[in-house]
């Protein structure tokens, strides 16, 4: 049986599919880092998704569920004992979405779940993830793919319900548990959770921003790149700089 690669995004898909591996793929179109992900079951979590992402990305209802949670309702029809392998990054952005997946796949016990993790060769890179990966890397990845244990799948689990929760002692927690299947995971958490300081004071993100236009770049697509370099760690694409850029660029104005 060949596996089943569930990718973040189609950029991924589309660098895949021009290497040797199976074309067998789910693409997670979502960014559950942004909006409301607290549901009281999956028909709940999905109208506050579909809201949240209509109201914001100017997509309707309709073509979210189409090109979204169609591809998510693939998972409900993964035949027992197929491998998974999942291909996210290490930023935030991506571990939350695998969270996510990886609560809807936990409670098939027959399933054999991968980490593929991006073949970082530099430091400077960590957090440019698959982006940089030719298909040689890409394949290179795949037969360097870890087996998620039981007690990983659980962790990740963990997570995501901490995460729906903003319940940030619990994250900082399970943040600390080693597990090759999550790197820079401690990191990653506390990112997170200085998004939200609990002093009223700006949020690291918002720091950040405000600095480089204090410095003197504002030109947007220049403060996105600054702003990547600096925090890749966020996995932010420019739709989630854009909103705070706008709010600390109109008051230097």
Known sequence: MKPIHILNGDCLAEQLSQSNLNKDFIICRECLVEGDV???NLEDFWRKRS???????HVTKEEYLNKTVSEFEKLNKLPDHTEICLWFENDL??????????????????LKIFRVF?????????????GISDAQ????AFDSRIL????????????????QRNDFEKLKTLSRT??????????????????????????????VIKDILISGT????????????????????????????????????
């Not at 952005?93 to 027959?110: A, D, G, H, P, T």
Request: charged share 25%; proline share 2%.
């Open 38 to 40: 607290l549901a009281e």
């Open 51 to 57: 809201e949240f992402i209509s109201e914001s990305y």
């Open 93 to 110: 952005f991506c571990q939350v979405n695998m969270w996510f997946i990886i609560s809807l796949l936990v409670n098939n016990s027959s």
């Open 118 to 130: 991006p073949v970082i060769e530099k430091k400077e890179d960590t957090w440019k993830g698959f």
């Open 137 to 140: 890397k890409l394949e290179h």
């Open 148 to 163: 998620f244990s039981g007690n990983d799948l659980i962790l990740g689990k963990n997570l995501w319900e901490a995460f």
């Open 178 to 207: 080693q597990s090759n299947c999550f790197q820079y995971l401690e990191e990653v958490c506390q990112a997170h959770i200085e998004r939200f300081p609990m002093n009223q004071t700006s949020s690291r993100p918002e720091r």
């Open 218 to 253: 504002t030109e947007f697509q220049e403060v996105f790149m600054e702003f990547s370099s600096l925090e890749g760690i966020y996995g932010f694409s420019d739709q989630q700089i854009k909103s705070i850029y706008d709010r600390f660029y109109r008051r230097m104005e």
